[in-house]
């Protein structure tokens, strides 16, 4: 699925989210605690738009490494690029500054893994950022929300030939958590300020939390 949805994901993104989806990736970037000359790991990397976002902060003297399942997203990427599983990321403890993570929490076999290995790979004092679709919270916002993103997405979708991919993608929300149960999740996997912050009235969410450096 996501190799057929390759060629227009981005574009697809840029349309279903009116524009938002860089700014919504620049506030992930942000809430990692990013600063020029870091080691960045963006997991579940797509096509590198959030890679794009990180590059721009850490300066030509960082490194920001993409890793994704999916050969034929990473090969619309630029940059250092890693075929891997996010569930078993192929690198050694505190090797990064900070990880992040866009929009894949909801699609991934274990999300407590996946986080758990963002932490793993984080260095102490490091951040950890993960971006996510989000349901407003407040009444009329969540139905408008609910009847663009299941009714107005898939045909929006479907007229790129994406159809039943993004009603797998529109439908995939219901596996993601509560926002207070990713909060406590990465709580235990030892992250500390951890908090969670709305974009765009609630339509979607990023949550960020840090290692402490004892």
């Known amino acids: 699925m996501f190799t057929d949805l390759a060629p227009d994901y981005d574009r697809l993104n840029g349309v279903l989210t009116l524009g938002q989806v860089a700014r919504w990736r620049r506030a992930m970037v942000r809430a990692a605690g990013i600063r ?58 505190g090797v990064f500054h900070a990880a992040v993570s866009a929009f894949a929490l909801r699609d991934v076999a274990d999300q407590r893994a996946c986080v758990a290995e963002m932490v793993r790979v984080t ?40 159809g039943e991919a993004h009603r797998f993608l529109a439908r995939s929300i219901a596996y993601l958590p509560e926002p207070d149960a990713i909060l406590d999740m990465m ?28």
């Open 187 to 214: 709580r235990e996997l030892g992250l500390v300020d951890v908090e969670t912050r709305d974009l765009t009235l609630g339509a979607a969410r990023v949550f960020r939390g840090r290692l402490t450096t004892g």
């Open 36 to 93: 020029r000359g870091h080691r960045v790991v963006d997991v579940c990397a797509g096509t590198g738009a959030s890679l794009v976002a990180v590059r721009e902060m850490i300066g030509a003297e960082g490194l920001a490494v993409g890793v994704d399942f999916t050969s034929a997203m990473l090969a619309r990427a630029t940059g250092h690029r890693v075929l891997g599983d996010a569930l078993r990321l192929p690198f050694g403890d």
């Open 123 to 162: 260095r102490p004092g490091g951040g950890v950022a993960i971006l996510e679709v989000g349901r407003p919270r407040r009444q009329p916002l969540r139905a408008g929300f609910d009847l663009w993103f299941r009714g107005a997405v898939p045909r929006i979708g479907a007229a790129f030939g994406q």
